[in-house]
């Protein structure tokens, strides 16, 4: 099939990638020149496992190609994705200028019929917005169908090319069987592909992410009550995932959820409801859970910095939001490191790859250390803010000796309280026992 991807972000250059591995025929294209030209040459804007290597193989077979040109390859698709950007605007809702700037253009260049598929994560009636606007500019039918992605970044490649299952609102036969041939490959292990209408293929997408992000605060919370009453959450976590109909994912306590999408989105749900007078006062409360709990390292830091952190030296271990990927939006790490800076604290920060990501957005105002032990080097504390494999087993011997105070405060409950006592370290993390109480009794 002959396949325009308009935006080359996380969602468009892996749907472009992957959708070229299964035999078509893909033209991804983006007004970024700059990002176009280093993608012609398997230079990616992001980091993602496996990407490269699919882009690359891609482009030598000739099924993939990048162009600032999406005027000339509209003319040809057969099937079309709007995957372009959708920042939030002030109210927290979806700002769709490049959206309808992107479908304006397939628009007024179609030449045959075509499949538009918004991809973005868009609120609902976008779909409507879209087709008001080819309507206005195209001279040959087309079908508006709505798409939503669900892959998670530092796993997308897997999670396209093997979906749980694959929404799709469309509203003609025709697109329902020019889109039922394309996923087709993707569905092979019995998956699922659920056609349904298109408003509510656009609400899933949100509503999936407030459900995740929901589980997250909601452990947030309750592990903030476990200390004060002396329970573990890992225990509680256990216990509660165990029934199947809750499920162990996205339980994991934390500072926080961030990233490019729980937060947005759950912001732009709440923009939603507000416009049309539906309070979700579940989502509201996620939403002010996780604001709060973004403030959780930072105030155990000062706790065990004896109050005040001005003219300490804090070790950060993690900057992304989370691990597999450079992406710093709404990471937890800039909300801990401009209270730290703020307070007059220096921080020394390491991330095994999101380090010139993080420059861009923090410049030198934090020093960068070339791997987590440098980091650690004569600082006062170590805040573990993201969970990198390489920082579940260091040499604690060595961290230890390094820090000038043995003070750890773990973000993300990556070692067992009772050992890091026995090492010797203040050690504080997320819900569970402090200051050598014992943990529950628990059968592993
Ligand atoms: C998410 C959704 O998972 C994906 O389906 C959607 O398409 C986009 O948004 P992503 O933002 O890539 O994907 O990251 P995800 O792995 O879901 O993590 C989001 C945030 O939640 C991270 O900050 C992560 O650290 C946090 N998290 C996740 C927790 O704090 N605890 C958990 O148990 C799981």
Known sequence: MQILVIGTGYVGLVVGACLAETGNDVVCADIDAQKIADLQNNILPIYEPGLEELVRRNQEQGRLRFSTDSATAAATAEVVFLAVGTPPGEDGSADLRHVLAAAETVGKNLRRETVVITKSTV????????????????????????????????????????????????????????????????????????????????????????????????????????????????????????????????????????????????????????????????????????????????????????????????????????????????????????????????????????????????????TYAATSYDAVEGADALAVVTDWNEYRHPDFERVRGALARPIVVDGRNLYQPRKMEALGFEYHSIGRPLGGRPAAQTVA
């Open 123 to 366: 609120p609902v009636g976008t779909a409507k917005k879209v087709s008001d606007c080819l309507a206005r500019h195209a001279r040959v039918p087309f079908h508006v169908c709505s798409n939503p992605e669900f892959l998670k970044e530092g796993a997308a490649v897997e999670d396209f090319m093997r979906p749980d299952r694959v929404v799709l609102g469309v509203e003609t036969d025709f697109a329902r069987s020019v889109l039922a041939e394309l996923y087709a490959p993707f569905v092979r292990t019995g998956k699922p592909i659920l056609f349904m209408d298109i408003a509510s293929a656009e609400l899933t997408k949100y509503a999936a992410n407030a459900m995740l992000a929901t589980r997250i605060s909601f452990m947030n919370e309750l592990a903030l009550l476990c200390e004060r009453v002396g329970a573990d959450v890992d225990n509680v976590r256990r216990g509660v995932g165990s029934d199947a109909r809750i499920g162990s994912s996205f339980l994991f306590p934390g500072p926080g959820y961030g990233g490019s999408c729980f937060p947005k989105d759950v912001k732009a749900l709440l923009a939603t409801a507000g416009d049309n007078d539906v309070p979700l006062r579940v989502v509201a409360a996620v939403h002010q859970a996780n604001e709060r709990q973004k403030h959780v390292m930072y105030d155990r830091l000062v706790a065990a910095l004896d109050g005040d952190v001005k003219g300490t030296r804090v070790a950060v271990w993690g900057l992304a939001f989370k691990p597999q990927t450079d992406d710093m939006r709404e990471s937890p790490a800039l909300t801990l490191i401009e209270a730290l800076l703020a307070a007059g604290a220096d921080v020394v920060a390491h991330d095994p790859v999101a380090m010139t990501h993080a420059q861009k957005v923090l410049g030198d105002r934090i």
